[in-house]
């Protein structure tokens, strides 16, 4: 097992929140996922193959579902506290893995490189989710995949109307979360060609407004540079 951080220093650099936030994630989720998301993670992550990136790996919620035939397994998280959590969990498993501090949007891997993207609740939490999609795009190997499950936009007039509500509040306390963002339609717009794309709910105690979920792929068609 190999690591790219620092353990004893890792959660330096977040603050009083985003650490609380770190602490409370795994048992704020931990409903959600013996309701159904741990079953979604394992069989899209089944997918997974060759050289695999994940994007904002969190507390490392995903690393048991990964396949043991991956060639590389590269863990990338840019908050310290997350990435401590993440460091911790992977030191008590047998899987090997590289723990990175980067961030979505300035991925550390040539063009082409990569077999597989995976994000993960991931793509609602950045700035320029068209920056983030351009940047999977460049680093994946043609006919490379982008692996997602993520919570979206409701397709319900009047949820969506509180998504747009409680954006604001919802973004503050879950660390940049924004729970209206329309990602599918960001994830078409960016060229990869969508395929597989299921619509199904997050249960399990979560609050409506995250409960709407996309789960698929994405494959990268051919070799332009972008």
């Known amino acids: 097992m190999t690591s790219g951080t620092a353990p004893a220093a890792a959660g330096q650099g977040s603050d009083l929140w985003a650490r609380a936030f770190a602490a409370l994630y795994d048992p704020l989720l931990w409903r959600g996922e013996r309701a159904g998301m741990g079953a979604r993670r394992r069989q899209l992550l089944g997918r997974a193959r060759g050289r695999t990136v994940e994007l904002g790996s969190g507390t490392g919620l995903n690393l048991q579902y990964y396949p043991d035939h991956l060639d590389e397994l590269i863990l990338t998280e840019p908050e310290a506290a997350m990435r401590a959590r993440l460091d911790r969990r992977l030191r008590g498993t047998p899987r090997r893995a590289k723990v990175l501090d980067a961030s979505a949007d300035q991925l550390p891997f040539t063009e082409g490189s990569v077999d597989t993207v995976v994000s993960t609740l991931v793509l609602c939490t950045v700035d320029s989710p068209d920056a983030v999609l351009r ?7 043609p006919d490379g995949r982008l692996l997602f499950v993520e919570h979206v936009r409701s397709q319900s007039p009047r949820l969506a109307r509180w998504q747009d ?3 604001g509040p919802w973004r503050r306390f879950a660390e940049g979360c924004r729970c209206n963002r ?6 078409r717009a960016s060229g990869l060609e969508l395929d597989d794309v299921q619509e ?3 249960r399990g105690m979560m609050v409506p407004i995250v409960r709407p979920l996309i789960i698929g792929a994405a494959t990268k068609t051919d070799g332009r540079r972008t």
């Not at 940047?135 to 190997?141: A, D, M, N, P, S």
């Not at 329309?182 to 994830?187: G, K, M, P």
């Open 135 to 141: 940047e999977i795009k460049r680093v994946l190997r």
């Open 165 to 167: 509500r409680l954006e």
């Open 200 to 202: 199904a709910t997050w």
């Open 182 to 187: 329309a990602t599918l339609e960001l994830i």
